[in-house]
């Protein structure tokens, strides 16, 4: 369905925020002479850092230990009148690696010269046609599960994980249904309000919202739905809603108007499900793809920049956007009992804030570096106390990169903490580093900076502002 309206109008003129369908719906098949084959290094995703539904896509191919197969190509997260750019910022190359394009909107002309709609993300692109297979987040993910899995190591393979799967054949009823009313009034309500122009919009969205998230916390009640939405075992269920959930308090809360309540202080089960998800590390996260791949700062800025523009006509120059530091931390840290059961791979059941009685207790001295708790403190912010972003690997430092998101970064130069970003003028200077209290004590800060330190060394991809 072609989409006429300019790029920063996001609403009809009811003042309703609609979302076209997709309009590229072809699919990846084994079947004998099928246009798609799975092949390895034939497709690529196009993708974004800031964009939910294209986080499916990058979450869903790490999950899957895809990189090796699928390429992933990031655009800028700054939305324009030519769509999505390639412009070396927030984990952009220059331009696109594949035929020099400058602009999304450039790809899909290349598929499609008489393309009229939105140049959305994510794209799963075949070079060997050149063409796009699909641009429907929930169809790509579905091809991920397992069209790729003969080229897997078995473990990998959806046939053999524990449960069936992402989408496991006995779940797939249940998934379905919690996916329609999640997408509705969850995935696609926090838009719904953040982009409606009228009152009447707002009011007939932000309460069906609030309601569903009110639902989920009451699923997540039962101990058949714990710790993830359908039990022991990830599946699909979780990968989309954590994508909108991971953005809530950050970015729609303030950005979005969407503040009848925050995840963090009104749903304590939906919390401990977000940060069970964070914090994993292990192989049930393949080695915590969730924290790795996600971008609260970016977030933050992405949002204000498509709201500044639906507001002002489409026009953000000499406007400027000032960054909510806030909420601190990002995301909340797992206390030690949480973290305990974590790693331990415990399937003890809980409710709110409190573990059943059946819960092995932790010593309070733990020297987990993720607790709230214990002699350390806590690790409250995602790259460390300072910093709550990537975007501090390119402050003041210079920094080799590779353009694979998730792959480690290498970057020299000593830490420069007596820096700041801002000066007394209000005015960002990249060569600067922004500073950071920690949400605990300020006798936390040493530990806080161990921590930042453990995260350099476990690498990030270098990804910054364009403020």
């Known amino acids: 369905m072609a989409d006429t309206r300019p790029i920063h109008k996001h609403e009809d003129d009811d003042g309703h925020f609609r979302r076209k ?65 390639f412009t070396g910022r927030n984990g952009s190359p220059p331009h696109d690696p594949l035929y020099g394009f400058t602009a999304l909107k450039q790809l899909y002309l290349k598929a499609d010269p ?60 249940e998934i379905d249904s919690l996916n329609d009313w999640v997408y509705n009034t969850v995935n696609n309500g926090v838009y719904k309000c953040g982009l409606a122009t009228s009152q009447e919009a707002y009011d007939s969205n932000i309460y069906p919202l609030f309601k569903s998230l009110d639902r989920l916390e009451a699923h997540l009640a039962d101990p058949a739905h714990q710790p993830y939405l359908f039990g022991e075992q990830i599946t699909e269920a979780d990968i989309r809603l954590y994508t909108t959930l991971a953005r809530f308090d950050v970015a729609y809360h303030g950005i979005f108007q969407c503040n009848l309540k925050t995840i963090r202080h009104d749903y304590p089960r939906l919390s401990r499900w977000l940060r069970n998800l964070y914090w994993d590390e292990s192989e049930r996260t393949n080695g915590g793809v969730f924290k790795k791949l996600t971008f609260f700062e970016i977030y933050k800025y992405a949002y204000l920049h498509t709201k500044v523009r639906q507001l002002n006509g489409g026009n953000t120059g000499g406007i400027p956007l000032v960054i909510a530091r806030g909420p601190l931390p990002d995301i909340e840290p797992l206390t030690d009992e949480e973290e305990h059961e974590l790693i331990n791979g415990a399937t003890r059941r809980f409710t709110g804030l409190k573990i059943d009685s059946n819960a092995t207790p932790v010593s309070p001295s733990s020297h987990n570096p993720f607790s709230a708790q214990g002699e350390k403190g806590g690790m409250g912010v995602i790259f460390g106390a300072d910093i709550d972003s990537p975007a501090d690997e390119l402050a003041s430092k210079p920094t080799t990169t590779t353009t694979t998101v998730g792959s480690p970064s290498t970057t020299q130069g000593d830490e420069d903490d007596a820096s700041l970003g801002f000066d007394e003028n209000g005015e960002f200077h990249s060569n600067r580093v922004i500073k950071r209290r920690t949400t605990h004590s300020d006798e936390n800060a040493k530990w806080y900076k161990e921590a930042k330190k453990a995260e350099k060394k476990m690498g990030a991809p270098a990804v910054h502002l364009a403020l």
């Open 21 to 85: 369908d997709s309009v590229f719906r072809n699919w990846i098949s084994k079947e004998p002479g099928a246009r798609f084959a799975p092949e390895p290094h034939r497709y690529a995703i196009y993708a974004n850092l800031g964009c939910p539904w294209a986080h499916r896509a990058i979450l869903v191919r790490a999950l899957k230990s895809l990189d090796p197969f699928i390429q992933l190509i990031l655009t800028d997260v700054d939305l324009t009148e030519k769509g999505w750019l």
């Open 114 to 173: 008489e393309y009229t709609g939105r140049y959305t993300v994510p794209v799963l692109w075949d070079k060997k046609t050149e063409t796009i297979v699909n641009n429907e987040s929930a169809e790509i993910i579905r091809m991920l599960y397992d069209s790729f899995d003969e080229f897997l190591e078995p473990d990998l393979r959806e046939l053999n994980k524990p449960g069936g799967g992402f989408y496991p054949p006995h779940l797939r009823k």
